[in-house]
């Protein structure tokens, strides 16, 4: 099982589409939720109970999440060294990567860092300073022996060309990744009437989903390997593979979240929403929580199986409209029709030992949604 482990509530951030748009839902509640809002800002349970509840797992893989895990470096380090976890992961914005020593960041598995793409746009979204302040730490831990997956994590938004930045995340003079995936903006705030995101996603982001997915294909023809660019791994690995899926980000079934207090709800979007509480490392087995899957419109969607329902917090919360919603699915199978298209070559390369299919597999579960 997985558990991502929120380290606090606190960020040293305040990125427009997380903390600028929870200033302007402020006065949208969540009361049908029943949220307590009174949870402790760092963890407050004994490790020994973290280490207990993990040890009934041998397969328990911890993601260190927040807020901004790396406020916490003591409690990183305390958890490190006392919790026998099979893999140990992180989410960070990556500002604070170099107070963690590289003993730790080196046993890290993975590390999914917040990039945005380019400097501008990084800068854009998350604040001036940052892009250059997350490059110098990610060299730093790379010259200190960091031999794990670094996984450029995009959130995507009006201010985003898809393809411009992701092929400048996978090449260019600054720091490139092979490892890069993207989430949109959309259905986690009461945003839409302030927002151009209809328009966007037209002439923008689902134009450049297919020519990506194409780039995609010619680099594998190109270069003999796989770009991980893990929303068209994660359907081409299904598709190879003859798989159904259920939500892919594995929340509220193969994926748990460990708030502050010891409560473990099925995603970290679902802190302090004690309605989906599913229990308690105190009281709770990793192999035994209840199961939460998503419900309608996912039920009766055609491509459910290989979609898996996209976000179980969205269709929890329904913070869009159906029809606005309905903008984002299309995405969605646009998507993965542009995977498919692909599918011939794939296989293709498959057939003729160019590639094989473990060149497209990959830790499930490990903090990438898959789609976006
Ligand atoms: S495409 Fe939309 S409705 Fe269909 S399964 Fe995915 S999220 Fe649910
Ligand atoms: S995709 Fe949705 S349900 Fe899954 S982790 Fe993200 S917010 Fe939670």
Redesign the pocket.
């Known amino acids: 099982m997985f558990f991502h482990l929120i380290m606090t509530g606190e960020c040293n951030l305040q990125c427009t589409y997380c903390y600028g748009e929870a200033v302007k839902d402020a006065d949208v509640g969540f009361d049908d939720h029943n949220i307590d809002y009174s949870l402790p800002k760092t963890i407050n349970y004994h490790i020994e109970d973290l280490k207990k509840f993990c040890l009934q797992d041998p397969e328990c893989v911890l993601t260190f999440y927040g807020g901004e895990p790396l406020l916490c470096t003591e409690q990183i380090k305390e958890i490190m060294n006392r919790v026998p976890a099979k893999y140990f992961m992180v989410q960070t914005n990556g500002l604070l990567l170099d107070q963690l020593e590289s003993e730790y960041v080196n046993r890290l598995h993975t590390i999914l860092v917040s990039l945005d793409g380019d400097e501008t746009l990084t800068d854009h979204y998350r604040g001036k300073g940052t892009f250059r302040k997350v490059i110098r730490n990610l060299e730093q831990i790379q010259n200190n022996g960091f031999k794990g997956e670094l996984i450029a994590r995009m959130t995507v938004a009006e201010q985003t060309n898809l393809y411009k930045q992701v092929t400048w995340l996978l090449d260019n003079n600054e720091f490139s990744f092979n490892s890069v995936h993207w989430q949109l903006n959309a259905g986690f705030w009461r945003d839409y009437d302030r927002r151009d995101f209809k328009k966007w996603l037209q002439i923008s982001y689902n134009p450049c989903i297919r020519r990506l997915c194409n780039h995609w294909a010619n680099q594998m023809e190109k270069t003999g390997s796989v770009p991980r660019l893990y929303p068209f791994l994660g359907i081409a690995d299904s598709l190879i593979n003859g798989e159904k899926t259920l939500l892919r980000c594995g929340s509220g079934w193969k994926n748990y979240t460990i708030q502050t207090d010891g409560n473990i709800t099925p995603c970290p979007a679902m802190w302090g929403m004690k309605k989906h509480y599913v229990g308690n490392i105190l009281y709770g087995s990793p192999t035994k929580l209840k199961q939460i899957h ?1 419900d309608e ?2 039920n009766s ?4 199986g290989i ?5 179980l917090y ?2 929890m919360t329904k913070r869009w409209t159906q029809n606005q ?2 903008l ?2 299309n995405s ?2 646009k998507l993965i029709a542009a995977v498919t298209e692909n599918m011939p070559r794939i296989t293709r390369f498959l057939k003729t030992g160019k590639l094989s299919k473990e060149d497209f597999s990959f830790i499930k579960y490990n903090g990438c949604e898959i ?1 976006p």
């Open positions: 998503v419109p996912c969607c055609d491509i459910l979609c898996g329902g996209r976000c969205a269709n919603y309905s984002v699915c969605v199978r789609i």
